[in-house]
């Protein structure tokens, strides 16, 4: 049987680079996304010791004609996507809403609702002729609850709760499946983007606790993926043991 196809947004790092190494070694092929083209090349090189096929797609996903572009310029078979996971995402800043900054405000709304979109309106459709299809959103804990200072990055992922619950509607006469993973705090590059860079603040985030890895939610991911055809896992909730829910961590 021929090998199936995954498209990852943000593979670049974190979440999304694990998934595309277990997809690899599941025998996926990979089409792999992100803004940092040297990470895409290097991961694609790693990952073609699976003996699966890799490209690369470099585009940011806040931009519309980009997304296009780059979905539009898939050749053969490479437009049969069987699973699309969106994962490109991020937090920018923490503070209070009265002042927060526009341009965080901003990133984290283009990113992670418009270009989950944007990838989302290009790539279903591909789907939608083959009947068939799985798309993964990477939401968050953050999308079930609100927590302090995290306004508007929760307001993004309850947006994302929002759109899966909703493509699941839309897209069910199709013969898609669609799911929604919530992961709590898990130790990505997450709060040094978070943080602008301050990657000691970023490392108190994960201290006095031990917080799941991108590796945990991306064999979460893989199990919702390797379903038998008749099964769709709607969504999942993962926080580590020490996390109650979006604001309470039992820190030693
Ligand atoms: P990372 O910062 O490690 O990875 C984020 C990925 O998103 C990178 O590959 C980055 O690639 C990509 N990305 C960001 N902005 C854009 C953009 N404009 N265009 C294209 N790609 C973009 O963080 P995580 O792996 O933790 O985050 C992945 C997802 O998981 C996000 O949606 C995040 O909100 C979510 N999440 C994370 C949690 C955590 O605690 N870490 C918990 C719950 C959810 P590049 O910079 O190369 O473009
Ligand atoms: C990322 C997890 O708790 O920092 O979505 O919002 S959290």
Same mark, same amino acid.
């Given at each position: 049987?021929?090998?199936?196809?995954?498209? !990852?947004? *943000?593979?670049?790092?974190?979440?999304?680079?694990?998934?595309?190494? !277990? #997809?690899?070694?599941?025998?996926?092929?990979?089409?792999?996304?992100?803004?940092?083209?040297?990470?895409?090349?290097?991961? %694609?090189?790693?990952?073609?010791?699976?003996? =699966?096929?890799?490209? @690369?797609?470099? #585009?940011?996903?806040?931009?519309?004609?980009?997304?296009?572009?780059?979905?539009?310029?898939?050749?053969?078979?490479?437009?049969?996507?069987?699973?699309?996971?969106?994962?490109?995402?991020?937090?920018?800043?923490? *503070?209070?809403?009265?002042?927060?900054?526009?341009?965080?405000?901003?990133?984290?709304?283009?990113?992670?609702?418009?270009?989950?979109?944007?990838? @989302?309106?290009?790539?279903?459709?591909?789907?939608?002729?083959?009947?068939? *299809?799985?798309?993964?959103? !990477? %939401?968050?804990?953050? *999308?079930?609850?609100?927590?302090?200072?995290?306004?508007?990055?929760?307001?993004?992922?309850?947006?994302?709760? %929002?759109?899966?619950?909703?493509?699941?509607?839309?897209?069910?006469?199709?013969?898609?499946? =669609?799911?929604?993973?919530?992961?709590?705090?898990?130790?990505?590059?997450?709060?040094?983007?978070?943080?602008?860079?301050?990657?000691?603040?970023?490392?108190? =985030?994960?201290?006095? #606790?031990?917080?799941?890895?991108?590796?945990?939610? /991306?064999?979460?991911?893989?199990? /919702? %993926?390797?379903?038998?055809?008749? #099964?769709?896992?709607?969504?999942?909730?993962?926080?580590?043991?020490?996390?109650?829910?979006?604001?309470?961590?039992?820190?030693?």
């Amino acid at each position: 049987m021929a090998n199936k196809t995954i498209l !990852i947004t *943000g593979a670049t790092s974190g979440i999304g680079e694990a998934a595309a190494h !277990i #997809f690899s070694a599941n025998k996926y092929n990979l089409v792999i996304t992100g803004r940092r083209k040297e990470r895409l090349e290097k991961l %694609a090189e790693e990952l073609s010791k699976q003996n =699966v096929e890799v490209l @690369t797609l470099c #585009f940011d996903v806040r931009n519309n004609d980009e997304v296009e572009r780059n979905i539009s310029s898939l050749q053969g078979n490479w437009k049969n996507i069987d699973v699309l996971i969106n994962n490109a995402g991020l937090a920018s800043g923490l *503070g209070p809403i009265q002042n927060g900054e526009l341009d965080d405000w901003e990133k984290m709304i283009d990113t992670n609702i418009k270009g989950l979109l944007y990838v @989302t309106r290009a790539v279903s459709p591909l789907m939608i002729a083959r009947n068939s *299809g799985h798309i993964i959103n !990477i %939401a968050s804990l953050a *999308g079930k609850d609100v927590y302090p200072n995290g306004n508007v990055y929760c307001a993004t992922k309850h947006a994302v709760d %929002a759109l899966s619950r909703s493509m699941r509607i839309d897209l069910l006469p199709h013969g898609i499946k =669609v799911t929604n993973i919530a992961p709590g705090l898990v130790e990505t590059e997450f709060s040094i983007v978070r943080f602008h860079g301050d990657k000691e603040r970023a490392d108190n =985030v994960y201290k006095g #606790f031990q917080p799941l890895t991108a590796a945990d939610i /991306a064999d979460a991911i893989w199990y /919702a %993926a390797s379903r038998p055809a008749h #099964f769709c896992v709607n969504d999942m909730v993962l926080t580590p043991l020490a996390q109650a829910n979006a604001y309470v961590v039992n820190k030693k």
